[in-house]
Structure formats: C-alpha cells, structure tokens
C-alpha cells in the first residue's frame, strides 16, 4: 500500500464527549503505540493524544511534506516500512516532537539540518536507510548515540567515527624492481644457473 492511501479509519472508534467548557474530546477504547522503542498499551485515549505509529506496514512512496503541518505531534514512528526519498525538511516544524523513528525503510538523501531546531526530540533512530551527507549538530542531536545511524554507510560526523570532508589517503604505489634480462628475470639468479653448469663442466 502507498503511504497517500492511508485514511484514519480507526476514528469512527471513537466516543465523542465534551470538556466542561463545551470544546470536544474523546476516547478510543484501546490503543497499542510503539514510543520510543517500547510497546505501550492505552486503555483509554484522549483524541488529544498526539502520535502517530505506522510501523511494520509494508508501506511505499515518500513521506509527505504535509506530515509537517501536524505541529502538535509528540511521537512519529514510520519504521519497518519501504518508505523512499528524502526526510522532508517540513519535520522541522514539529516543535513539540520527542521520538522520531523512521529506520529499516530506503530513505536517501541528507538528513535536514531543520531537525536540530527540535528542541524535544529525545529519541532519534534514522538507522539502516540510504543516508548520505553530514548529520546535523548541535542542540539534541549531541545527545544521539551511534545506533541512531547505523546501517546508513554515507553518513559522517559526530557521533560516528567517520569525518566529514576527509579523504581516503591514496594506495602507496607499486614498486617494479628493474631487471636486465628482456625475459624479465633476475640477473642474479640467471648467473647463479650459468656458475653452477660451469662447475659441472670441470
């Protein structure tokens, strides 16, 4: 299924009441999220609950910028998926977000400098995609450990070993000993041949 496709179906679940003031809630009768790496099961959920958890869905296509407009977000988790493209840098409009896990999708690209402007963000994992570039610093990305990256081989910087902007050093050449003979053989060896024949000779 194309990620486009997906439709909150799972609304028509819910029972719709009200807060004291007259603004509208409701509740789900059970819900199952995956935050922050631990499964967490909710028996009643406030719609004001904000998290999304598409995990381990077989989805396709590219994560739309629109996903940015839900700026009230606290944990996205697209992970397990084929997703492809970029990360859309509209992620960085998701001020109160605090778990992101998009790993184990075909993700390329560079990872947006507007992440580091998530000032909530305690859980990052963008690990085995097709990443490519400098990881952004600063603010929580210092935090990060390296298993927030791994299996993303074009990734460089801090936390990772590997520097940004640092050449491989080049292979030291090869050096060809030099050899009188048009046979390419070693003269020593062939007037050690030519010395030994001689003694027999005597």
């Not at 009188?180 to 024949?197: A, H, I, T």
Request: glycine share 10%; aromatic share 10%.
């Amino acid at each position: 299924m194309h990620l486009r496709d997906v439709q909150m179906l799972y609304m028509q679940y819910f029972v719709v009441s009200s807060f004291p003031d007259g603004r509208p809630y409701s509740y789900g009768y059970s819900l199952v999220v995956t935050m922050k790496g631990v499964n967490t099961k909710f028996d009643r959920v406030l719609n004001i609950f904000t998290a999304i958890d598409m995990s381990s869905n077989n989805f396709e296509g590219k994560i739309p910028e629109t996903v940015g407009n839900l700026t009230s977000l606290q944990v996205l988790n697209f992970s397990h998926n084929k997703l492809t493209g970029h990360i859309p840098s509209s992620f960085g409009d998701l001020a109160a977000l605090e778990s992101l896990d998009l790993s184990s999708n075909k993700l390329d690209g560079e990872i947006p400098m507007q992440l580091a402007d998530l000032n909530f963000l305690e859980v990052l994992n963008l690990s085995e995609n097709r990443l490519v570039g400098s990881i952004p610093q600063g603010k929580q990305f210092n935090t990060f450990p390296n298993d927030s990256y791994v299996g993303n081989l074009g990734l460089c910087g801090f936390p990772l070993s590997k520097k940004c902007g640092v050449d491989e050093p080049p292979a030291p050449p090869v050096l060809h000993e030099e050899s009188d003979s048009v046979f390419g053989l070693d003269w020593k060896f062939v007037m050690m041949g030519y010395g030994c024949g001689m003694g027999r000779q005597i």
